[in-house]
């Protein structure tokens, strides 16, 4: 028995789920993928029992097996479980890593800069409202006294899926006027939007994209100096943020 629902994520054949790696189901098996919201009276409607299958799911899944029998078939459902961010329930994110700079606008290796804005720049939809979408511009927490206080930098962030910048790169970054070209923080920043969980993105430059060196190159050299300027920026942060409120940051 295969069954499907609406929003089932992944890719059913028979005897074979590749969403699961090396999951092995007996074909004459039933696999729904649910929230687990939406599981667990279907798993108390089929009397299923919550059946540890951890030794074969990939390691490190928060997912939660529940089998059972229905007229001789294995049945099986597989809710994806508690994303980490929220089991955790942290109260602040901190997205700490490594990203470009520009020069143009202050930059220099090894600063630590505190971002104030996200934009993806190759999202690129240019239908109106979508391209809005697209961009997705954020803003991050104010948190002024923070920059002030440590003494920081701040600028806006890019974020894309690339480390090179092609021309159209370039426009967006210019349009958003960005001083830092990372990889994440529009992602990071638009999950913890939707979680309604404060965020500080902090990024160590390893390279001058408006430089004249190859940027892998630079950014290969520089990644130690930008990992000690973070491991040295972080904690005074997290020293700083401990006991505030988000406002008074
Ligand atoms: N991370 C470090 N350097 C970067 C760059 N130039 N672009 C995007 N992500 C980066």
Avoid: C
């Avoid at 299958?53 to 078939?73: C, H, M, Q, R, T």
């Avoid at 700490?96 to 971002?115: L, P, R, S």
Wanted: proline share 6%; hydrophobic share 40%; no cysteine.
């Amino acid at each position: 028995m295969y069954v499907m629902k609406g929003d089932l994520q992944g890719i059913w054949q028979e005897g074979e789920l590749k969403p699961y790696g090396n999951l092995q189901v007996n074909p004459a098996a039933g696999v729904l993928n649910y929230g687990q919201a939406e599981a667990l009276p279907l798993v108390e409607a089929l009397d299923l029992v919550e059946d540890d299958l951890s030794a074969i799911f990939p390691g490190g899944v928060p997912w939660k097996n529940y089998s059972g029998e229905l007229d001789g078939l294995n049945v099986h459902i597989v809710v994806p479980g508690k994303d980490k961010a929220l089991a955790l329930q942290p109260n602040l994110i901190i997205n700490a890593g490594t990203a470009g700079g520009f020069q143009a606008k202050g930059a220099n290796i090894g600063d630590v800069y505190v971002a104030t804005e996200f934009a993806n720049r190759d999202r690129r939809i240019p239908i109106p409202v979508f391209d809005k979408y697209g961009i997705g511009t954020i803003e991050a927490i104010p948190t002024g006294n923070l920059i002030k206080d440590l003494d920081l930098k701040e600028g806006k962030v890019s974020t894309g899926n690339s480390l090179d910048m092609t021309l159209q790169d370039e426009e967006h970054i210019k349009a958003n006027d960005a001083t830092v070209k990372d990889m994440e923080g529009a992602g990071v920043a638009y999950a913890a939007n939707l979680l309604a969980i404060p965020m500080i993105s902090l990024k160590a430059i390893t390279d001058i994209v408006d430089g004249t060196k190859p940027t892998v190159e630079e950014f290969l050299e520089n990644m130690s100096t930008a990992a000690s300027a973070l491991s040295r920026t972080v904690p005074p942060v997290l020293k700083y943020v401990s006991g505030k409120n988000v406002a008074d940051l």
